[in-house]
């Protein structure tokens, strides 16, 4: 039983992880395109929001693991 219950907790995480980034990165190619001048603001940006979407689901997979057992 916990242990289904880690895996869609871990399930959960990076489903939304995915999500998250994915949109980012559909925005980010949006935002380049109207303006291509401001690349490397966008990147940079893109980049720092997508590592602390990493870090929150990284948090959510220690945090079901170790509340399942």
């Known amino acids: 039983?916990?242990?289904s219950v880690a895996a869609l907790g871990v399930g959960l995480s990076v489903l939304g992880a995915g999500l998250g980034i994915?949109?980012?990165?559909?925005s980010a190619v949006e935002g380049i395109a109207r303006q291509p001048e401001a690349t490397a603001k966008i990147q940079?940006?893109?980049?720092?929001?997508a590592a602390l979407i990493e870090g929150a689901a990284l948090f959510g997979i220690v945090a079901s693991a170790f509340l399942a057992k």
């Open 44 to 49: 940079t940006a893109m980049i720092i929001a």
């Open 22 to 26: 994915g949109k980012i990165g559909g």
């Open 1 to 3: 039983m916990t242990g």
